[in-house]
């Protein structure tokens, strides 16, 4: 047997035995990955690949290759054909190459399996809005599941920007606006996909969306204190609490260098520092970008010795930079082969981990003819966390809509299945295969909640973009003549201009796409009671002229049964739940400025312009109530390398169960540098029956107060801060449901990479009262 084959040695001594014996061609075609997609006849790659790959096929894989990019997420396929297809193409690799080493498989995972006949899960800002880990981690292990039945290896999620600006348009990508949030819950994803033995890449790294003016692939200004306490600490809990295996370059450009050409962040960072040992691979495009967008190398093997310094291992989505260019570049002495080894080191590694260099190695784990990528179970997992993430944002008491009463259905995305799914969903990335259809069920708002009112009226009023107000006239008289009007507006995700939200799809302002904001005040001024739904992708501002709504209802793009989870809040059959992972702006034209503002961020004397949002990060109504009584813990001294344990009481005071999710934050009034007014610290969602109360207590490491110092290093301060209870990030501002004064004690300490990075609840349920 050769040494690289033998499964009793580690991945990287199996690695370091293979790279001696290849040559500088080998070495460079496991570097790359190539786009190609399966034949619908499941015969191997489909028909023109040469077209998308830039190279004939059997070129490309004379040497080897590295990866295969998305074969499933390229066209509508059969998942049994797709899965044949990818078993005959490796089939085609091992026998071409001298190792016989098949390529590593990426796909999209973001929303689920982005494959045709895949069941779409809701977007990232719903999982935000679930305050729920433990239901994210196991949506991800299902997805991950059906990702390795299909012969897939590793999965391009979850992304870890923190929202800065929501009128970017990959904010319906993004988890939310607080980087713990961001953190635990795509931690949990991570332990999801990582746990069912596929690859969770982590992207974008990093700052992606911190960009000017929220446009997609602009430059990012941020400081360094900015990077290290909003926007790096989600990587640092993915790989540390979720073991991710692989990591993506962001597109951004900070302080004029490209993440995809910085050492100091791909390789001095995430590697000596943090000690990551997986694999940097490229977003697409992104290493050329650094010769055609950034201008910081004069040709293509220019890019990829930079990228290649910088700590990128492999380039995606296909052959370009990391091809001839960079074996020409190695040859005339401009690359050293010692940076292609390096790479190679990490890349032949993890294809051991995953089975990939064993002799015994197959294609699929088990029968292509049982793949199935949408069943009941994992529609039912989708509609739990649907459910879960509905955020009721305002009620005057006009829901759960009465039985009997007359409802009228108005808006553009009221009868709209697409408004239900984020940009990464197959049919809204990939675009519209009419001879397919979309490949699965996906009832609209309109077709559940007729399903649940009688003699439902409809009337769409307007379309999601363009200026035809023709529409008004007859939703305002079909509001007019209803006890009450659900009023649906919103996006329609979309790439490149495509949608109304998505990658490539940002916004001038935080107005509703269209007339639609014209069609809200027409159907207001009517005087029926308006429920006011939005199903959207990032938040919309809602000003002064929206306030006459009896109720605000938030929907994130909640995915494939997101039309039933919605018509059950409305109609009461589901209590909500959900908490909103983003603040919603009052004004539409003012910057976009999330919670984590210092005192001058917030509204002030000096400046005639108020940042207050409408509805704050975290705020989210229930059909019941709750109330909430602090627990005497005697804290009071908290030693800066120590622990404190505070707790609140919550009783369910209403007629039905409900959850209510506890929200603990940290205000620190005086500090070296400008603090956030108050900071998240953790989290815990309670479900609790009527009557029924827990205790829930935190035990905070004092780590979780570290920030930036004067200095550039992470610090924790001795002095006085304050531990705060609220229901949102905004009632923890100014009535905090309780207070818990402490003081932080002993020297100033420097704490790193190893601090205790999480906040732990315990919940204490007691019979109902």
């Not at 290849?22 to 075609?29: G, H, N, S, Y």
Request: hydrophobic content about 45%; some cysteine.
């Amino acid at each position: 047997m050769d040494k690289w084959r033998d499964e009793r040695l580690s991945a990287a001594e199996r690695a370091g035995a293979l790279i001696p014996l290849m040559t500088l061609e080998e070495k460079v075609a496991q570097l790359v990955g190539v786009w190609v997609g399966a034949d619908a006849s499941g015969g191997g790659v489909a028909p023109h690949q040469a077209d998308m790959a830039g190279v004939e096929w059997s070129d490309v894989i004379a040497h080897g290759l590295g990866q295969l990019t998305r074969p499933f997420g390229t066209a509508p396929v059969d998942p049994v054909a797709g899965a044949r297809s990818l078993a005959a193409s490796q089939a085609q690799i091992v026998s071409a190459g001298r190792f016989g080493i098949p390529a590593q498989v990426h796909e999209e995972c973001l929303t689920g399996f982005a494959a045709w006949r895949a069941t779409v899960y809701p977007a990232p800002l719903s999982w935000g809005a679930s305050f729920d880990p433990e239901l994210i981690e196991e949506v991800a292990g299902r997805i991950g599941r059906s990702l390795r039945a299909a012969g897939v290896h590793q999965g391009l999620a979850p992304v870890l920007d923190v929202t800065r600006d929501y009128r970017w348009g990959r904010t319906e990508e993004t988890i939310g606006e607080d980087p713990y949030l961001v953190g635990t819950v795509g931690a949990a994803y991570v332990r999801g996909i990582e746990g069912a033995g596929v690859v969770a890449t982590l992207k974008h790294f990093a700052g992606y969306s911190a960009s000017r003016g929220g446009r997609n692939h602009a430059p990012v200004h941020m400081g360094g204190r900015e990077l290290a306490d909003v926007v790096l600490p989600p990587f640092e809990m993915a790989l540390r609490l979720g073991g991710a295996r692989s990591v993506m370059n962001s597109y951004a450009e900070i302080d004029g260098l490209p993440a995809a050409a910085d050492e100091g962040l791909l390789t001095r960072l995430l590697r000596e520092e943090w000690g990551f040992a997986g694999t940097v691979v490229a977003d697409y495009f992104s290493i050329r970008f650094l010769h055609k967008l950034h201008g910081v190398a004069a040709e293509a093997a220019g890019a990829a010795g930079l990228a290649l310094r910088a700590g990128i291992d492999v380039e995606l989505p296909t052959v370009d930079t990391f091809g001839a260019p960079l074996i020409e570049a190695v040859k005339s002495g401009q690359v050293d082969e010692a940076l292609i080894d390096r790479a190679l080191t990490r890349v032949l590694a993890q294809k051991a981990e995953l089975g990939l260099l064993d002799e015994d190695w197959k294609p699929l784990p088990g029968e292509a003819a049982d793949v199935r990528l949408d069943d009941e179970e994992s529609q039912e997992l989708a509609l739990r966390l649907a459910r879960e993430s509905i955020v009721l944002v305002r009620n005057t008491g006009v829901l759960p809509l009465a039985p009997g009463r007359r409802v009228a259905l108005v808006g553009p995305v009221a009868d709209d299945p697409m408004a239900m799914l984020g940009c990464y969903a197959f049919p809204a990335h990939v675009g519209p295969h009419p001879e397919h259809g979309l490949g699965l069920d996906l009832p609209s708002l309109r077709e559940a909640l007729g399903a649940l009112v009688p003699d439902l009226t409809y009337e769409p009023g307007c379309g999601i973009t363009g200026d035809d107000t023709s529409g008004f006239a007859a939703a305002v008289a079909a509001a007019a003549e209803s006890d009450v009007c659900v009023l649906a507006v919103g996006d329609r995700a979309g790439l490149f201009g495509r949608g109304t939200s998505g990658e490539g799809c940002d916004a001038t302002d935080l107005r509703l796409p269209g007339v639609q904001s014209e069609l809200v005040r027409a159907v207001l001024a009517t005087g029926t009671p308006v429920v006011l739904v939005l199903l959207a992708g990032r938040p919309y501002a809602l000003g002064p002229e929206f306030d006459a709504a009896a109720a605000v209802v938030y929907g994130f793009f909640p995915g494939q049964r997101g039309g039933q989870a919605l018509a059950e809040v409305l109609t009461g059959a589901v209590n909500p739940s959900g908490r909103l992972p983003v603040s919603v702006p009052r004004d539409a034209g003012g910057l976009p400025a999330t919670y984590l503002s210092p005192r001058l961020g917030r509204r002030t004397e000096v400046s005639s312009v108020d940042p207050t949002p409408a509805y704050p990060f975290g705020h989210g109504l229930s059909y019941t109530t709750f109330e909430w009584e602090p627990l005497d813990t005697g804290a009071v001294g908290w030693p800066v390398d120590g622990e404190v344990t505070v707790g609140v009481s919550v009783r369910n005071t209403g007629a039905r169960a409900g959850a209510e999710v506890v929200q603990l934050y940290l205000h620190d009034p005086v500090a070296q540098t400008t603090r956030p007014v108050v900071r998240l610290l953790g989290y815990a969602r309670v479900p609790l029956e009527a009557g029924q109360a827990a205790r829930v207590e935190f035990t905070v490491p004092a780590d979780a107060a570290s920030f930036t110092g004067v200095r550039g290093r992470r610090i924790v301060e001795p002095g006085d801060v304050e531990l705060r209870f609220g229901r949102s990030s905004g009632e923890a501002t100014t009535d905090a449901a309780a207070t818990v004064p402490l003081r932080l004690t002993g020297a100033e300490r420097e704490v790193g990479h190893d601090r205790n990075l999480l906040v732990t609840a315990r919940i204490t349920r007691e019979g109902a009262g």
